[in-house]
């Protein structure tokens, strides 16, 4: 069994149809695209998708999932509703574009047993704000609940509606949300998916943000492994103020000769994404990690 690597365009810093060309001159399988800054739903028609499908394939390759970038974690206050409605538009196009994969980041997990905090005197109440009384948004009965005032449990119920919510619409397209967590708390992402119930949702690992939060990127892959739906192949070095920064692969603190193999080994059915998002030389180091990657497993036989 070998792994079944993926490139991301946007690491290629070119137009898509570009980006495509330079991501098959690796030794990869497929390219993950970006649904929020490639390829929109509202930009898209379907007969676009169906060539852009086409095009990737003339170059040998598969659509390795789609990610909804965002800057906030789901459940932030700012933006939330049109966040949401992306995300939903991005659902829809995944299965048109032969894949079922869609990475959208989830932050950090709310402690769901922490308790309210004192709400602010000033802050407005429910009969203030028509907006928090409508039934077709995720704005709850209560004016804490979407503020800075909320507590951990209800910022942990408010993730969990909403993740319900689209894991069932996915469903209805054919499509798996995948779940970037900050951190891999593995006793709270089991609390997080034991209360998951719409509809079919993944894990995505990354061997990076382990690395940037002190974590063993083995131990936690073996702790959720067969939850895990989709793999970033990142690395990263945790600095002395307690964050991290990402590095080009080989360069970080990923044991990469142990890690690799126990993914192998697990033989899972997902893609794994060769990444750099940041720094310089994104695209030199996607291509030079590949081949880092290719010697250290070598082909069977």
């Known amino acids: 069994m070998t792994l079944r690597l993926a490139v991301a365009t946007e690491d290629f810093g070119q137009p898509l149809r570009q980006a495509i060309e ?7 399988q497929g390219l993950r695209l970006n649904a929020r800054t490639e390829v929109r739903a509202e930009d898209f028609s379907d007969t676009a ?16 999932g789609l990610i909804y ?37 989830i932050g950090r997990i709310p402690d769901p047993e922490s308790g309210a905090p004192v709400v602010s005197p000033d802050r407005p109440k429910d009969d203030d704000v028509d907006s928090l009384r409508n039934p077709f948004s995720f704005a709850p009965a209560s004016s804490t ?14 993730l969990c509606d909403i993740l319900n919510d689209l894991a069932s619409y996915g469903s209805q397209f054919g499509a798996v949300l995948q779940l970037q967590f ?44 067969n939850h895990v739906g989709y793999v970033r192949l990142r690395d990263a070095q945790k600095d002395v ?27 899972l059915q997902t893609w794994v994404c060769v990444e750099r998002t940041g720094g310089d030389q994104r695209s030199d180091d996607v291509r030079d990690a590949i081949k880092r990657i290719e010697r250290l497993l070598p082909s069977p036989g």
């Open 182 to 225: 900050a951190s891999f708390d593995v006793k709270r992402i089991q609390q997080l998916l034991s209360r998951i119930s719409g509809g079919a949702v993944g894990i995505v690992f990354d061997p990076a943000s382990c690395a940037m939060t002190g974590s063993s990127p083995v131990r936690v892959f073996r702790d959720i492994y």
């Open 145 to 158: 609940l979407r503020s800075s005032g909320a507590s951990d449990a209800q910022k942990f119920q408010l």
């Open 49 to 64: 998708l169906r060539q852009l499908r086409h095009y990737v394939a003339e170059h040998q390759l598969k659509v390795a």
């Open 241 to 267: 103020d307690g964050g991290g920064i990402e590095v080009p692969f080989g360069d970080g603190s990923v044991d990469w000769a142990e890690l690799l193999p126990t993914i192998v080994d697990a033989n």
């Open 22 to 28: 330079q991501a098959a001159k690796n030794k990869v």
């Open 69 to 105: 970038s965002s800057r906030h974690a789901i459940y932030e206050e700012q933006h939330l509703d049109q966040r949401l409605d992306g995300i939903r538009s991005a659902l829809t196009l995944v299965r048109k574009l032969g894949t079922s994969e869609l990475l959208v980041r």
